[in-house]
Nanobody, 127 residues
Framework: QVQLVESGGGLVQAGDSLRLSCAAP????????VGWFRQAPGKERETVAV????????YLVESVKGRFTISRDNTMNTVYLQMNSLKPEDTAVYYC????????????????????WGQGTQVTVSS
């Protein structure tokens, strides 16, 4: 089982940047696509970004295009979510998760396909 750990969240002002990291201590997850998801209070979980195992293909939800970037460093066993120009509506708990299927060439955006989840990191953007 792959246990993921998120870090990098915090309290920032609108327009600021944060970089979230997702790591798998003691394990390797470079065979799996990894996604970033978020859930705000009273709202459903939303898929924010996904990157395939190779890093060649990514998905970004429309609301973050042009502001967020997902990347991975398989030598460091880490996936990143660079978040720029943050808005109050980005406030949520952010989770990373690994797809259950190895070596997928295309990203899957439905969280039901992701077996391995982190505990989440809080991102709060003040106006």
């Amino acid at each position: 089982q792959v246990q993921l750990v998120e870090s990098g969240g915090g309290l920032v002002q609108a327009g600021d940047s944060l970089r979230l990291s997702c790591a798998a201590p003691g394990r390797t997850f470079n065979r799996y696509a990894v996604g970033w998801f978020r859930q705000a209070p009273g709202k459903e979980r939303e898929t924010v970004a996904v990157i395939t195992w190779s890093g060649e293909t990514t998905y970004l939800v429309e609301s973050v295009k042009g502001r967020f970037t997902i990347s991975r460093d398989n030598t460091m066993n880490t996936v990143y979510l660079q978040m720029n120009s943050l808005k109050p509506e980005d406030t949520a708990v952010y989770y990373c998760a690994a797809d259950s299927w190895e070596y997928r060439a295309t990203p899957r955006t439905d969280g039901m396909f992701y077996n391995y989840w982190g505990q989440g990191t809080q991102v709060t953007v003040s106006s």
